[in-house]
């Protein structure tokens, strides 16, 4: 693994290996700034891929399949992404579509976009999971840019225009942190041909401010065609890199997030016949971040299953774990971290993600090291520091 910077600042991480056929990059530039309205970020990462100064939209998309580049865009609510993964003979052509698109995008089909965006948020709220997951998120979230959701979206992207977009675009590929990365095994030199004078790194600081404090709130929504209740409760917690960090990830693994050795599973599941679907979730934004627990059951079965949600978060913040529990919890969630990076395209994400958070490269090592050094006096610690009554509570049910 090679670390450098690019003539315009930009710094770079090469994870060279060898006789790998496809090669993968990553850019990813932060975000420092809310958007004014919700959707505005949305419909300009939409943009990206629909047409530049030198390409239409067909052509640009022609290029990309006759090639066998999988190209993409993505935003993030702290950074905007830029990926490829592509054949190794066809590095330097990706790279050169990548530069034409960072500096060359047109944003032209803006209200196309516009209207389709709305079409599918529309179709995607008529999911259950999808509204109480809406709900939740603004709610939690509530009058902060992290809880820009699916509805606020629908009520405001009538007010973005395209002038909006082309500004807050040109602005944040100006004014950004950004972090590259390569995974494979092709010329590394060719970065600085392509990406090395597109406008550089700056270290900004985001003006994006820190969440008021939660306290706790119940919001709930009558959906008449709704097969289940669907029920979400969650807390803030600290973001990546503090020092609760390796802890909440675990505790996520023992109560949620490792199937069906979980906790959550076992008893509201198995024992208790409550759901199909149980789980608990670790979102974590630069700035905030939310711990969830997740479930959707019969809307008889509401008072029972949120009563089940009390009985084990009072478990966990009043019986220690066991060494057992927790150093499977441990190698759970290191060979899931092992799983999901054998790719290089999985690497060079992980990597600059790492990286345009504010940590290392190769963070990921650091947090595993952290992870075998977590005790169960830390996990109790956290689960009472953490699991208080300011939280929130949604759910979605039929009307009964």
């Known amino acids: 693994m090679r670390e450098f910077e690019l003539k315009n600042n930009i710094k770079v991480c090469v994870k060279e290996n060898k006789n790998t056929p496809r090669a993968a990059l990553t850019l990813n530039i932060s975000i420092s700034k809310p958007e004014k309205h919700s959707g505005e970020y949305s419909i300009m990462n939409r943009l990206l891929l629909k047409g530049t100064e030198k390409y239409s939209s067909e052509e640009l998309s022609a290029i ?66 999808v509204k109480v997951s809406d709900l939740f998120t603004k709610t939690i979230y509530k009058n902060h840019y992290y809880g820009h959701s699916y509805t606020q979206t629908l009520e405001e992207i009538d007010k973005v225009t395209r002038e909006d977009v082309v500004t807050s675009y040109n602005e944040i590929l100006n004014n950004s942190r950004k972090s590259l990365v390569l995974a494979g095994d092709v010329d590394s030199s060719l970065l600085e041909k392509y990406l090395g004078d597109i406008p550089g790194y700056k270290n900004i600081d985001s003006v994006i401010e820190e969440p008021d404090a939660l306290k706790q709130e119940y ?90 949600f009390k009985e084990e978060i009072e478990k966990i913040k009043t019986i220690p774990v066991s060494e057992e529990e927790l150093k499977n919890a441990v190698n759970n969630l290191i060979g899931k971290q092992q799983f999901v990076t054998e790719t290089n395209m999985q690497q060079a994400n992980i990597m600059a993600y790492y990286s345009i958070m504010g940590k290392p490269f190769g963070y990921r090592a650091e947090v595993q090291e952290k992870l075998r050094r977590v005790t169960p006096e830390q996990i109790l610690a956290c689960a009472n520091k953490y699991f208080t009554d300011d939280y929130v509570l949604t759910i979605i049910k039929p009307q009964v």
């Open 64 to 129: 990309l399949d006759e090639n066998a580049i999988d190209f993409s865009t993505e935003m993030k609510l702290d950074y905007l992404r830029f990926r490829f993964v592509c054949l190794n003979e066809d590095f330097e052509q990706a790279l050169s579509i990548m530069r034409e698109v960072i500096l060359n995008s047109t944003f032209t089909e803006f209200e196309k976009e516009r209207v389709k965006l709305k079409g599918e948020i529309t179709a995607e709220l008529d999911s259950a999971k």
């Open 219 to 308: 919001a709930e929504i009558i959906k008449e065609d709704a097969n289940q209740a669907q029920i979400i409760q969650g807390w803030r917690v600290p973001a990546i890199g503090s020092d609760d960090y390796p802890a909440i990830m675990l505790m996520n693994v023992i109560l949620g997030a490792s199937g069906l050795s979980s906790r959550l599973f076992l008893e509201l599941r198995e024992k208790k016949g409550l759901a199909y679907t149980v789980r608990s979730a670790y979102e974590t934004h630069r700035k905030s971040a939310v711990f969830s627990i997740y479930i959707g059951t019969e809307p008889s079965n509401i008072e029972t299953s949120i009563a089940g």
